[in-house]
Protein backbone atom coordinates (compact mmCIF):
# COMPACT_ATOMS: atom_id res chain seq x y z
CA UNK A 1 0.00 0.00 0.00
CA UNK A 2 1.04 3.75 -0.98
CA UNK A 3 0.43 6.42 0.44
CA UNK A 4 0.57 10.58 -0.07
CA UNK A 5 0.67 12.87 2.46
CA UNK A 6 0.09 16.39 2.60
CA UNK A 7 1.12 18.76 5.52
CA UNK A 8 1.79 22.75 5.90
CA UNK A 9 -1.49 24.23 4.79
CA UNK A 10 -3.16 27.24 6.77
CA UNK A 11 -4.00 30.40 6.55
CA UNK A 12 -2.01 33.74 5.89
CA UNK A 13 -1.86 37.15 4.84
CA UNK A 14 -1.51 38.32 1.18
CA UNK A 15 1.77 38.53 0.30
CA UNK A 16 3.32 35.24 2.69
CA UNK A 17 4.92 32.45 2.21
CA UNK A 18 3.68 29.16 2.86
CA UNK A 19 5.56 25.72 2.34
CA UNK A 20 4.09 22.63 1.61
CA UNK A 21 4.97 19.30 2.22
CA UNK A 22 4.15 16.04 0.40
CA UNK A 23 5.44 12.55 1.96
CA UNK A 24 5.19 9.39 0.22
CA UNK A 25 5.11 6.26 2.50
CA UNK A 26 4.72 2.23 2.18
CA UNK A 27 5.92 -0.46 -0.82
CA UNK A 28 7.84 2.01 -3.08
CA UNK A 29 10.24 0.45 -5.45
CA UNK A 30 10.52 4.01 -6.75
CA UNK A 31 9.17 7.47 -7.66
CA UNK A 32 9.18 9.60 -10.91
CA UNK A 33 7.67 12.08 -11.53
CA UNK A 34 5.88 14.16 -8.51
CA UNK A 35 3.52 17.30 -8.75
CA UNK A 36 1.21 19.69 -6.96
CA UNK A 37 -2.58 20.43 -7.96
CA UNK A 38 -5.03 22.83 -6.33
CA UNK A 39 -8.48 23.09 -6.02
CA UNK A 40 -10.55 26.19 -5.16
CA UNK A 41 -13.94 25.68 -4.40
CA UNK A 42 -16.86 25.67 -7.53
CA UNK A 43 -14.01 24.93 -9.59
CA UNK A 44 -11.85 22.02 -11.25
CA UNK A 45 -8.44 20.62 -10.17
CA UNK A 46 -5.85 22.57 -11.81
CA UNK A 47 -2.25 21.74 -12.45
CA UNK A 48 0.74 23.98 -10.21
CA UNK A 49 3.96 22.57 -10.81
CA UNK A 50 5.82 19.27 -10.71
CA UNK A 51 9.27 17.70 -10.98
CA UNK A 52 10.88 14.66 -12.47
CA UNK A 53 13.10 12.76 -10.82
CA UNK A 54 16.08 14.26 -12.10
CA UNK A 55 14.96 17.52 -10.76
CA UNK A 56 13.03 19.51 -13.59
CA UNK A 57 10.44 21.35 -12.84
CA UNK A 58 7.72 22.65 -14.77
CA UNK A 59 4.95 25.90 -13.22
CA UNK A 60 1.63 27.31 -14.18
CA UNK A 61 2.41 30.28 -15.63
CA UNK A 62 -0.27 31.43 -12.72
CA UNK A 63 2.40 30.92 -10.00
CA UNK A 64 6.04 30.87 -12.04
CA UNK A 65 8.10 33.34 -10.19
CA UNK A 66 6.34 32.66 -6.81
CA UNK A 67 6.37 28.99 -6.13
CA UNK A 68 8.95 26.24 -6.06
CA UNK A 69 8.91 22.89 -6.50
CA UNK A 70 11.70 20.79 -4.71
CA UNK A 71 12.36 17.23 -3.48
CA UNK A 72 14.34 15.16 -1.21
CA UNK A 73 14.56 11.60 -2.87
CA UNK A 74 16.36 9.90 -0.03
CA UNK A 75 13.46 11.19 2.03
CA UNK A 76 10.60 10.10 -0.35
CA UNK A 77 9.36 14.09 0.28
CA UNK A 78 8.06 16.29 -2.09
CA UNK A 79 7.64 20.42 -1.16
CA UNK A 80 6.21 23.48 -2.69
CA UNK A 81 7.40 26.95 -1.05
CA UNK A 82 4.75 29.26 -1.74
CA UNK A 83 5.63 33.42 -1.73
CA UNK A 84 3.73 36.17 -2.60
CA UNK A 85 0.83 34.37 -1.78
CA UNK A 86 -2.63 35.77 -3.03
CA UNK A 87 -6.22 35.52 -2.40
CA UNK A 88 -6.35 33.77 -5.80
CA UNK A 89 -4.50 31.08 -4.43
CA UNK A 90 -6.77 29.84 -1.95
CA UNK A 91 -7.65 26.48 -2.34
CA UNK A 92 -6.82 22.71 -1.28
CA UNK A 93 -3.74 21.76 -2.66
CA UNK A 94 -3.05 18.30 -3.56
CA UNK A 95 0.20 16.12 -4.24
CA UNK A 96 0.57 13.33 -7.04
CA UNK A 97 3.19 11.23 -7.63
CA UNK A 98 4.03 8.68 -10.42
CA UNK A 99 5.12 5.90 -8.05
CA UNK A 100 6.30 2.04 -9.15
CA UNK A 101 5.79 -0.71 -6.69
CA UNK A 102 7.14 -4.46 -7.19
CA UNK A 103 4.84 -5.80 -9.68
CA UNK A 104 3.31 -2.43 -11.55
CA UNK A 105 3.73 1.48 -11.85
CA UNK A 106 0.87 4.54 -11.70
CA UNK A 107 0.75 8.22 -11.79
CA UNK A 108 -2.12 7.97 -10.47
CA UNK A 109 -1.58 8.21 -6.23
CA UNK A 110 -2.82 11.28 -4.62
CA UNK A 111 -2.87 12.72 -1.11
CA UNK A 112 -5.97 13.91 1.06
CA UNK A 113 -4.90 17.62 0.28
CA UNK A 114 -4.19 20.54 2.47
CA UNK A 115 -6.20 23.47 2.37
CA UNK A 116 -4.82 27.19 1.75
CA UNK A 117 -6.61 30.17 2.72
CA UNK A 118 -4.85 33.61 1.41
CA UNK A 119 -7.03 36.55 3.19
CA UNK A 120 -6.69 39.71 1.84
Known amino acids: QVQLVESGGGLVQAGGSLRLSCAAS????????MGWYRQAPGKQREYVAD???????NYADSVKGRFTISRDMAKNTMYLQMNSLKPEDTAVYYC??????????????WGQGTQVTVSS
Open 96 to 109: NAAICRIASCSNDY
Open 26 to 33: GSISSINA
Open 51 to 57: ITSIGMT
